[in-house]
Nanobody, 127 residues
């Protein structure tokens, strides 16, 4: 069955960096776009970054210039490198898989387009 397992979260000081990982299994990873979302306490889940099956990327304005999404198809991993972290980046970060195979369009972060989700990894940024 499809599994997505996030890791790499933790406590970091403002200005620091983290690299989140999402290990995927149970499907042909290279055929699907992968997306990172996050949910801060008391807020709705929001789009962070996406990478298509072909490597095309898109970022939310809130992380543009500070975040980098990448994938390793040989290892079935997707990464989110976050730099210059701010307290407002504090959230649970979720990895999700697009429900469409070989989708070639741009991801705008519609969670309804995702059909599998990980359980999340908590990132806490202290000021």
């Amino acid at each position: 069955q499809v599994q997505l397992v996030e890791s790499g979260g933790g406590l970091v000081q403002a200005g620091g960096s983290l690299r989140l990982s999402c290990a995927a299994s149970g499907f042909t990873f290279s055929r699907y776009g992968m997306v990172w979302f996050r949910q801060a306490p008391g807020k709705e889940r929001e789009f962070v970054a996406a990478i298509s099956w072909s490597g095309r990327t898109n970022y939310a304005d809130a992380v543009k210039g500070r975040g980098t999404i990448s994938r390793d198809n040989a290892k079935n991993l997707v990464y989110l490198q976050m730099n210059s972290l701010k307290p407002e980046d504090t959230a649970v970060y979720y990895c999700a898989r697009d429900g469409r195979v070989f989708y070639g369009g741009t991801y705008y972060g519609d969670p309804n387009e995702m059909n599998y989700w990980g359980k999340g990894t908590l990132v806490t940024v202290s000021s």
